[in-house]
């Protein structure tokens, strides 16, 4: 677990408020009405950063939700609001963004014992390479991790081709980093790509002509990273996710599963 010392002073402010909002924040009434969609980074022995959680917190949370909640595909809860097709109560779908290694090496294995799968978002630009992480070195996975993760039963979206800030990149560009990213995930899967995640995920790095070209691109949604729950008058393209983070206890946890951090969003639509 990072240890809450080596937070800088800002990290160390959100993981006040946060704890406070789980504590104190009103419920909105709607965890067991509206599904949810958990949106995480990395997973690790030890925390390398607020995106990572530890693989000792992340086996907590996936048994709670697992025995709390209705874990259910993000293609269910699209599918839900396409077709009308029926959700359990208290729905939730798990995302990672980004396709780091960890996440197949430590998060696979875990939510693999607790019986539930989950989507994993991918840049194929960044497939099988290394980038440097504070003083760490982070691997991505390789397509063959990929290939194991959907003939185990995940979902495979694109998170673009490089992971650009899509609302400051041209257009000629951003057909790559949208169109050209799911057609090369279909190629290396053999399997649909119908669902983007924005890099980013906040309203800085959108734009409507983003939004548009993933709308027709062929994608079946898009996936913000702003917290709250999915409701039927959203827009399918920016639909919230909760982002689960380091610093976050176990009652921070429990209480995004339970729409307590939703006015989180507040902060996260200033970015």
């Known amino acids: 677990m990072l240890n809450f010392k080596s937070y800088n002073p800002k990290e160390k402010l959100q993981s006040i408020l946060r704890s406070m909002l789980a504590g104190f924040g009103r419920n909105l009434g709607t965890e067991k ?22 693989t000792k917190n992340f086996d907590k949370q996936i048994a709670y939700v697992k025995d709390n909640c ?12 396409l077709f009308n097709k029926s959700l359990p109560s208290r729905a939730i779908a798990i995302t990672f963004d980004d396709g780091f290694y960890d996440v197949y090496k430590y998060a696979y294995p875990i939510m693999q014992s607790h019986g539930v799968s989950g989507t994993v978002f991918i840049c194929p630009g960044l497939v099988d390479i290394e980038v440097p992480v504070n003083d760490d070195i982070r691997k991505f996975m390789t397509w063959e991790n990929i290939r194991t993760l959907c003939e185990a039963g995940w979902i495979i979206g694109s998170h673009s081709y490089s992971h650009a800030k899509l609302s400051q990149i041209s257009k000629e560009k951003l057909r790559k980093e949208i169109v050209d990213s799911k057609k090369i995930i279909e190629t290396h ?35 913000i990273s702003v917290t709250g729950p999915v409701v039927k008058t959203d827009d399918r393209f920016q639909l919230k996710r909760s982002k689960i983070l380091a610093m976050d206890s176990m009652k921070t946890f ?8 939703d006015l989180w969003s507040r902060v996260e639509k200033l970015h």
């Open 33 to 54: 009405k509206f599904p949810r969609i958990l949106c995480y980074h990395g997973i690790n022995p030890v925390s390398v950063n607020r995106w990572v959680v530890d």
């Open 70 to 81: 209705s874990v259910v595909s993000l293609k269910d809860i699209v599918e839900w609001l």
């Open 189 to 223: 899967t053999g399997h649909e790509c119908s669902l983007f995640c924005y890099p980013y995920g906040t309203p800085s790095a959108i734009s409507e002509d983003v939004v548009k070209l993933v709308r027709n691109a062929g994608y079946d949604a898009g996936f």
């Open 254 to 261: 429990v209480g995004a599963v339970n729409g307590k951090l």
